[in-house]
């Protein structure tokens, strides 16, 4: 029965691609196996901001209004939790930079885990997803909270029996994948899309680079250490006594991240928390992590994959440091070589110029807010 | 059922095929792939290897830019192959293209990216899947202004001398600057290729080169860290390191 109603539905969905061409065909993960029609959408008109490059939206998961505004009711709903009590935004708080200031993020029933919750902020061009990059698209990515013991703790397929049974979600659905059929795939990729709208671009440093601002001397000083080599002449070939920040932070495309792992030199042993290695399982990856985006920074403390810092003095001071010695140290990080040696004004210069990717309007925009309010 | 699937494969061949090949062949397929080495060992990510003084080194990480592969023929055009490509010298690479059939003498590439698109072009204006790109580049970009690494290394080594210690010493050499441009010509003996056929060119890259060749030796206790800006002359004597491990094997 079951394999003859699939046969069925695969005819028709070919049928359909070979009308058409432009259908997605849903995988078989759920009871049914329907297609999304997206012929009734309207087409979310993303702006991509100066000096960005373009966003790959994904072939299954065109970027629509009611896409968005279904991603965005299900970013807030506490539904997708067990016992009713948190949603995506719970740990993913606007005022934090849609990140926690708990160093570690409450799940159901109080259980934490062993990780800072990440900010949310232009995903919609990042490569990979989480502290150790295990997942390559924003879609995978969404279906792990809900199902993960230690943040929502619950089965998809009671996610999906709560909001049929809610007289929102199936016109809601209906509107975004043009039937009333709610699925865990759909739901991820209405919320994909809303966080593929969830983009800063109004930053001191975004308007600077399109002649809208002039930094002050401060904020110059900040910015030409962020950019130039560290280190002393004496030990480091090359040292100019800069920051290095940008090799790792980079902003060829604005993004104040390589998207890139490495390891900046937080610990001597990974055991704790081996990192990419936990995904690669190759132990030239052990203590690396994803670099996080730098962008509203000041909003995200605590820092770092666990939180140890709760300032960014006491970032500076650590690679002020040139950080613990080890086996997967990159190599930009002056452990060798005395560290920085950045004087008390350098330091509070680059302050001053972290504090240029400060982006209020994203941070206190409405259309990202809770809309069960 | 039958029916069903009868129709599935007609509408399918009507509206989703790809255009068919011309009957007919015209066109020689031309491969060329790097055999990569260390010394006489194959080179491997990840494996501790020797330099000139003995002591321990891993590579972590070895990567360039090479930019217009082309076949040189007997009336010495070109035949351009790949316009740019990000290679990872771990992966054993290989470049493969169709193009009109000749008879080849030399094969030719740069390393590096040429100066009209090194700083002048926007890498956000590339599609993110181009290898010039952001995304694409994979960290072999810096800022708007300074361009791509055309060439990086990074690895760690042991300067206590030891046998036992972990390898912790950095080495980082990352080269970028028009003035770090090469262009590698590279003579075979001629080699006729037809249409209809495929032919593999094998390039040696030979990593331990990159350390030290007849000209010059890397002494990793000071010649360990070049981000090419700050400390150009290692950068270009790392360059032409590199430059002298690409040879026919
Ligand atoms: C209990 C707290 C919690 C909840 C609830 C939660 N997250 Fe997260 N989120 C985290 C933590 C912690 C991480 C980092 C986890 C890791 O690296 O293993 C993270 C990482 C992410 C990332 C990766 C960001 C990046 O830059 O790679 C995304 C995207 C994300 N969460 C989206 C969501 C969505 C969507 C939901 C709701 C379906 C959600 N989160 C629910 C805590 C939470
Ligand atoms: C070698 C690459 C590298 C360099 C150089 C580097 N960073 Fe980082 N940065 C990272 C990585 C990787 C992380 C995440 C590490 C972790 O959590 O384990 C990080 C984390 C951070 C964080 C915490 C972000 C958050 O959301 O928790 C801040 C702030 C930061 N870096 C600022 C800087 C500044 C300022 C500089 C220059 C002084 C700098 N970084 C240089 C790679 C680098």
Same mark, same amino acid.
């Given at each position: 029965m079951k394999l003859r109603s699939t046969y069925i539905g695969l005819c028709i969905a070919l049928l359909a691609t070979a009308v058409g061409c432009k259908y997605d065909i849903m995988e078989e993960d759920e009871k049914t196996v329907e297609r999304d029609d997206f012929s009734n959408t309207t087409a979310y008109n993303l702006?991509?901001?100066?000096?960005?490059?373009?966003?790959?939206?994904?072939?299954?998961?065109?970027?629509?209004?009611?896409?968005v505004t279904l991603g965005r009711y299900l970013f807030w709903e506490k539904k997708l939790s067990l016992d009713n009590s948190i949603s995506c935004g719970s740990c993913h708080a606007p005022e934090h930079n849609f990140s926690d200031s708990n160093r570690f993020s409450a799940g159901v029933g109080g259980t934490l885990g062993n990780r800072q919750s990440m900010p949310l902020i232009n995903l919609g061009w990042a490569k990979y997803f989480f502290w150790d990059g295990r997942r390559a698209t924003l879609e995978e990515q969404i279906l792990d909270p809900v199902e993960?013991?230690?943040?929502?703790?619950?089965?998809?397929?009671?996610?999906?029996?709560?909001?049929a049974?809610?007289?929102?979600?199936?016109?809601?659905?209906? #509107?975004?994948?043009?039937?009333?059929?709610?699925?865990?795939?759909?739901?991820?990729?209405?919320? #994909?899309?809303?966080?593929?709208?969830?983009?800063? #671009?109004?930053?001191?440093?975004?308007?600077?680079?399109?002649?809208?601002?002039?930094f002050t001397d401060e904020e110059y000083r900040g910015f030409?250490?962020?950019?130039?080599?560290?280190?002393?002449?004496?030990?480091?070939?090359?040292?100019?006594?800069?920051?290095?920040?940008?090799?790792?932070?980079g902003f060829g495309d604005m993004q104040m991240t390589d998207g890139l792992f490495h390891n900046n030199g937080l610990d001597f042993h990974?055991? #704790?928390?081996?990192?990419?290695?936990?995904?690669?399982?190759?132990?030239?990856?052990?203590?690396?992590?994803?670099?996080?985006?730098?962008?509203?920074i000041a909003y995200s403390a605590p820092y770092m994959h666990d939180g140890r810092f709760t300032t960014l003095a006491e970032v500076i001071e650590h690679y002020n440091s040139g950080g613990h010695p080890s086996t997967t140290i990159d190599s930009f990080m002056k452990f060798t070589s005395g560290g920085l040696q950045l004087s008390a004004t350098a330091k509070s210069d680059l302050i001053a110029f972290l504090n240029c990717l400060t982006d209020t309007a994203y941070l206190n925009n409405p259309a990202f807010r809770d809309p069960h309010e | 059922m039958g029916a069903c699937a009868m129709m599935l494969v007609l509408t399918q061949c009507s509206a989703c095929k790809e255009p068919q090949e011309p009957e007919g062949n015209t066109d020689a397929t031309y491969i060329v792939h790097w055999i990569t080495k260390y010394g006489n060992d194959d080179l491997i990510q990840g494996q501790t290897y020797r330099?000139?003084?003995?002591?321990?080194?891993?590579?972590?990480?070895?990567?360039?830019? +090479?930019?217009?592969?082309?076949?040189?023929?007997e009336n010495d055009s070109s035949i351009v192959l790949k316009d740019f490509a990000l290679m990872n010298w771990f992966a054993d690479p290989t470049i493969s293209t169709a193009a009109q059939p000749a008879k080849i003498k030399a094969l030719r590439f740069s390393l590096g990216i040429p100066a009209v698109y090194n700083t002048s072009v926007d890498p956000t204006t590339y599609p993110n899947a181009h290898p010039l790109s952001v995304a694409g580049a994979a960290g072999m970009f810096?800022?708007?202004?300074?361009?791509? +690494?055309?060439?990086?290394?990074?690895?760690?080594?042991?300067?206590?001398?030891?046998?036992?210690?972990?390898?912790?010493?950095?080495?980082?050499?990352?080269?970028?600057?028009?003035?770090?441009?090469?262009? +590698?010509?590279?003579?075979?003996?001629?080699?006729?290729?037809?249409?209809?056929?495929?032919?593999?060119?094998n390039i040696l890259f030979d990593a331990q080169k990159c350390f030290w060749n007849d000209q010059d030796t890397m002494d990793l206790d000071v010649d360990y860290l070049t981000h090419t800006s700050g400390n150009l002359p290692l950068a270009l004597r790392a360059m032409d390191l590199y430059q002298s491990a690409f040879s026919i094997p």
């Open positions: 702006q991509i901001p100066p000096f960005f490059p373009p966003m790959d939206i994904p072939n299954g998961n065109p970027l629509t209004v009611e896409g993960n013991p230690i943040e929502m703790h619950e089965d998809w397929d009671n996610v999906v029996e709560k909001l049974q809610d007289t929102l979600y199936p016109p809601l659905f209906k #509107a975004a994948f043009g039937s009333t059929t709610i699925t865990k795939k759909r739901a991820a990729k209405a919320i #994909a899309s809303f966080i593929r709208t969830m983009i800063s #671009a109004g930053s001191k440093f975004d308007k600077q680079r399109i002649g809208q601002y002039n030409v250490l962020y950019t130039t080599e560290g280190g002393s002449p004496d030990q480091v070939p090359g040292g100019s006594f800069g920051a290095d920040c940008f090799h790792c932070h990974f055991q #704790a928390d081996p990192g990419r290695y936990m995904t690669t399982l190759n132990p030239l990856d052990s203590g690396k992590f994803k670099t996080p985006t730098l962008r509203n | 330099d000139a003084f003995n002591r321990r080194l891993l590579l972590e990480d070895l990567r360039g830019y +090479i930019s217009q592969v082309a076949l040189i023929d810096w800022t708007w202004n300074t361009g791509y +690494i055309f060439y990086q290394l990074n690895g760690k080594c042991d300067l206590s001398g030891s046998e036992n210690q972990p390898l912790i010493d950095p080495i980082a050499y990352h080269c970028g600057d028009d003035t770090l441009f090469r262009t +590698i010509t590279l003579d075979i003996a001629d080699v006729t290729v037809k249409a209809g056929d495929a032919y593999q060119f």
